[in-house]
């Protein structure tokens, strides 16, 4: 699978991803630090990538539907230091070549992960 990592996860999550097999580029790589929402999302969608952010905004289907997407995956955890954050990614990995993420939104939180399409 094809990511962007936003720029409010850990760079690290890239390389997370990459071990595990997948394409993965963080908005620092690509000078798209301070980008609008919709416009991050338009790049995700010409890139053919699905979104990895702890930004709840992108929770908002009505906002962002899925099935507009690649995929979004938003990680809400009460603690977002950094090595809550990469446990959080690094428990995903399994589940990216179980599950379809394309045209989907994951919620993923502590104990669960929800799964939201098209409204």
């Given at each position: 699978m094809r990511f962007k990592i936003d720029e409010n996860l850990p760079v690290e999550v890239a390389s997370i991803l990459r071990s595990a097999g997948h394409e993965a580029m963080t908005v620092f790589e690509q000078n798209m630090v301070g980008e609008e929402d919709n416009r991050?999302?338009?790049?995700?969608?010409?890139?053919s990538r699905a979104l990895i952010t702890l930004d709840l905004d992108f929770s908002d289907i009505r906002?962002?539907?899925?099935?507009?997407?690649?995929?979004l995956i938003v990680?809400?955890?009460r603690q977002q230091?950094?090595?809550?954050?990469?446990?959080?990614?690094?428990?995903l990995i399994p589940l990216l070549d179980e599950e379809p993420l394309?045209?989907?939104?994951?919620?993923?939180?502590?104990?669960?992960?929800?799964?939201?399409?098209?409204?």
């Amino acid at each position: 699978m094809r990511f962007k990592i936003d720029e409010n996860l850990p760079v690290e999550v890239a390389s997370i991803l990459r071990s595990a097999g997948h394409e993965a580029m963080t908005v620092f790589e690509q000078n798209m630090v301070g980008e609008e929402d919709n416009r991050l999302l338009s790049v995700c969608s010409a890139e053919s990538r699905a979104l990895i952010t702890l930004d709840l905004d992108f929770s908002d289907i009505r906002a962002y539907p899925p099935d507009r997407h690649f995929g979004l995956i938003v990680i809400r955890s009460r603690q977002q230091d950094k090595a809550t954050v990469i446990d959080y990614v690094t428990r995903l990995i399994p589940l990216l070549d179980e599950e379809p993420l394309q045209g989907r939104l994951w919620i993923v939180e502590e104990n669960r992960i929800r799964v939201r399409e098209g409204i």
